[in-house]
């Protein structure tokens, strides 16, 4: 069973940064991250194999947001630069527990998903 658990999320201001992390648990493969902003379905922002060797970024994000998994402490990290009020939503951490090194942005492709940590940024 794979168990994710987000945190860092707050309220913070455009132009800053903000590091979300996500402690993990079992098999968790590859590890990626979503979002779901108010009123909106939860899209694909960056993913991570297993092995850490490839990611993927969704085009609203790359060059702004980095992901990075330390499996010796079992967490997957988002670090969150130039932030807009764009990126305010609930930020989940999602797993696919595969060995498979090509990266689906597909959320049915990730079986596994955290409660969610809530990013808001003000202008």
């Known amino acids: 069973q794979v168990q994710l658990l987000e945190s860092g999320g707050g309220l913070v201001q455009a132009g800053t940064s903000l590091r979300l992390s996500c402690a993990v648990s079992g098999d968790t493969g590859i590890l990626g991250w979503f979002r779901q902003a108010p009123g909106k379905g939860r899209e694909f922002i960056a993913a991570?194999?297993?092995?850490?060797?490839?990611?993927v970024y969704a085009d609203s994000v790359n060059g702004r947001f980095i992901i990075a998994r330390d499996d010796t402490k079992n967490t997957v990290s988002l670090q969150l630069n130039n932030l807009s009020p764009a990126d305010t939503a609930v930020y989940y951490c999602?797993?696919?527990?595969?060995?498979?090194?090509?990266?689906?942005?597909?959320?049915?492709?990730?079986?596994?998903w955290g409660q969610g940590t809530k990013v808001t940024v003000s202008s």
């Open positions: 999602e797993a696919r527990p595969s060995r498979v090194t090509v990266i689906s942005r597909e959320r049915s492709q990730y079986k596994y």
């Open positions: 991570i194999t297993w092995n850490g060797l490839s990611t």
